[in-house]
C-alpha cells in the first residue's frame, strides 16, 4: 500500500512539470523541500530516508549495466538535475533496490566463503585429532570419589610443541548436539612435548564430570593452536570473530545457507576453486 501511494503522489508531481535544480545549494533545497511538500507523513519519511542513501559516498566497482542502468559509484546530487520529481523518486527507490541486491549478493558470497572455511578447519581438526590424540578421563581416588578430570595428549608429529590449547567438548550421542566446551591454554610445566612423548593435565570442572558420567554424551579432547619450537604455528583456530560473522549470516539467509554442500571437496566445487 505504501508503494502504491507513493506511486499515485508522484503521478500528481508529474503533471505539474516539476524538475529538480541542482544548479545550486539553494536550488537543490527548493526542490528537495517540493517533493517532501506533496508527501504524506509515511511517504515523506521513506523518501527522505532513500534520499539519504543516495547521497552517501561508498565504494563500488559496480557495472551500470549489470545494475540495470544505475551507476551507484555517481551517486550524487548532481545526477539528480533535470529529473522530474517523479523520476527522483523512481531512481532513488531503484537505487536502493539495486544496493540492495548488490549487498545480498556479497553477504551469499562471504558466507559461502566462511563456509569453506568453517569446513576446512574441521577437517583440519579431525586430521590433527589423529596425529595428536588425547584422552579425556575421570580421575578416582582412592576410595573411588572422583578428584578431577585428566586430559593426556601424545605428539604424533616430528614437531616439538612448545604451545597448544586443550580443547573438550561433550556430546549429545543421539543428536549430535555439542552440550559443553571448554578451551584453555596448556601449561607445559617441562617447557615442550617432544614427538612421541605424552603429557597429562588434571582439570576441575564439575559440569564436565557429569558429562563423563553420563552414557548419553560422548567426551572428546583435542588440541588447537600448537606451536613449534621453531615458532611456527601448526594450526590456527577460528575466531571468536570468524564465529560471530558466520552465524549472523546463516541467521541472515536460512535457506542460502542450507544450499551448501558439508563436505568440504564438495564446497570447493561449488565455489570453483
Known amino acids: 500500500m505504501r508503494y502504491v501511494t507513493l506511486c499515485f503522489i508522484t503521478v500528481l508531481l508529474v503533471g505539474c512539470g516539476e524538475k529538480f535544480d541542482a544548479s545550486s545549494d539553494n536550488m537543490i533545497a527548493v526542490s528537495y523541500n517540493g517533493i517532501l511538500n506533496d508527501l504524506d507523513e509515511e511517504d515523506k519519511d521513506r523518501f527522505v ?8 559516498p561508498y565504494d563500488g566497482p559496480y557495472d551500470p549495466i549489470e545494475g540495470g542502468g544505475i551507476d551507484i559509484r555517481q551517486n550524487d546530487i548532481e545526477s539528480l538535475h533535470g529529473l522530474s520529481y517523479n523520476a527522483v523518486i523512481s531512481r532513488v527507490e531503484e537505487h536502493e533496490a539495486y544496493r540492495r ?47 578431577g578430570i585428566s586430559f593426556a595428549v601424545e605428539n604424533g608429529s616430528e614437531s616439538i610443541l612448545t604451545k597448544f590449547d586443550i580443547n573438550i567438548k561433550a556430546i549429545r550421542r543421539s543428536t549430535g548436539e555439542v552440550a559443553l566446551t571448554i578451551s584453555k591454554k596448556a601449561g607445559l610445566s617441562k617447557g615442550a612435548l617432544k614427538p612421541g612423548y605424552i603429557s597429562s593435565f588434571t582439570l576441575q570442572n564439575d559440569e564436565l564430570q557429569r558429562y563423563l558420567k553420563d552414557k548419553n554424551y560422548s567426551v572428546k579432547g583435542f588440541i588447537t593452536n600448537m606451536v613449534a619450537d621453531n615458532g611456527h604455528p601448526l594450526h ?11 552465524g549472523t549470516l546463516q541467521l541472515a539467509y536460512p535457506e542460502e545457507f542450507e544450499a551448501l554442500p558439508r563436505e568440504l571437496d564438495a564446497m570447493y566445487k561449488y565455489l570453483d576453486l
Open 101 to 147: 541486491k548488490i549487498e545480498r549478493e556479497a553477504d551469499i558470497r562471504s558466507l559461502e566463503y566462511l563456509h569453506k572455511d568453517y569446513l576446512d578447519a574441521q577437517e583440519r581438526i579431525t586430521n590433527f585429532m589423529k596425529v595428536f590424540p588425547a584422552t579425556v578421563d575421570l580421575v578416582m581416588g582412592p576410595y573411588s570419589e572422583v578428584t
Open 49 to 56: 530516508r532513500l534520499y539519504d542513501l543516495y547521497t552517501q
Open 236 to 246: 590456527i583456530s577460528l575466531s571468536n570473530e570468524f564465529f560471530r560473522e558466520y
